[in-house]
């Protein structure tokens, strides 16, 4: 079955410090890892995916993901956080494999607190 | 088209009455979903349609749920004799015909059963 894991319900960093968000998945054939951010009472915004390709993928705002293929994980991470970076985040996946199933599993959130 | 909007942004609605949510999404995207999320929780799938063609619905999708998407463009979300249980936000998303491309979503109704 179709997995996503965010092993951290939250996560606290000071202004200025590199943070980690951390994402495990487990799914059948090649992933499709997706992050997104949502801020409160918002919908969902997407930051970032990889497909294939280079394992460190840059999305919006500074971040950045790194796959990994043998530790099944798809880590957010930004080198320098900000007090406006301080949201809910989201891992999720699809499978390359299984037809029309286009569900995205999604995990169950990390909330990120940026201290000034 | 700036990306997708759902209608209404709040309802507050008592037990037992009926509501009515709809989702616009992006012109150019075959590809609509519905999503639920609660509290401290990510979003749950509920349904999705590829043009007008409902593809898939969840098993949380009670009968007192349903979902149209009549031309293809777009969709409308109705809760019958809506339940306390029913209070969450709802999201609709929308996506290309593609398996790798990201969904974008609206900004959520959030319903309020009282």
């Known amino acids: 079955a179709q997995s996503v894991a965010q092993p951290e319900d939250q996560v606290n960093v000071a202004e200025g410090n590199p943070l980690t968000v951390k994402c495990t998945y487990s799914?059948?054939?090649?992933?499709?890892l997706f992050w997104y951010v949502q801020y409160p009472n918002r919908g969902l915004q997407f930051l970032l995916k990889y497909i294939t390709g280079d394992n460190l993928v840059k999305g919006s705002y500074g971040f950045e993901a790194e796959f990994n293929k043998s530790q099944t994980s798809f880590h957010l991470k930004k080198p320098s956080a900000l007090v406006s970076d301080s949201a809910l985040y989201f891992c999720?996946?699809?499978?390359?494999?299984?037809?029309?199933?286009?569900?995205?599993?999604w995990g169950l959130g990390t909330s990120l607190a940026v201290n000034p | 088209d700036t990306g997708v909007s759902q209608d209404p942004r709040h309802k507050i609605t008592k037990r037992g009455q009926n509501v009515t949510f709809r989702c616009d999404p992006i012109s150019e995207h075959n590809r609509l979903y519905w999503y639920r999320q609660t509290l401290g929780q990510g979003p749950e799938f509920l349904t999705y349609f590829q043009n007008e063609a409902q593809l898939e619905k969840s098993r949380l999708l009670s009968d007192r749920f349903s979902a149209e998407r009549p031309k293809g463009s777009f969709s409308t979300l109705e809760i019958q004799r809506t339940e306390q249980g029913d209070s969450a936000m709802y999201l609709c998303?929308?996506?290309?015909?593609?398996?790798?491309?990201?969904?974008?979503f609206g900004q959520g109704t959030r319903l309020t059963v009282v």
């Open positions: 799914v059948s054939g090649n992933p499709y």
């Open positions: 999720a996946v699809r499978a390359s494999q299984g037809g029309n199933n286009r569900k995205l599993i």
């Open positions: 998303a929308s996506s290309e015909d593609s398996i790798n491309t990201e969904a974008f």
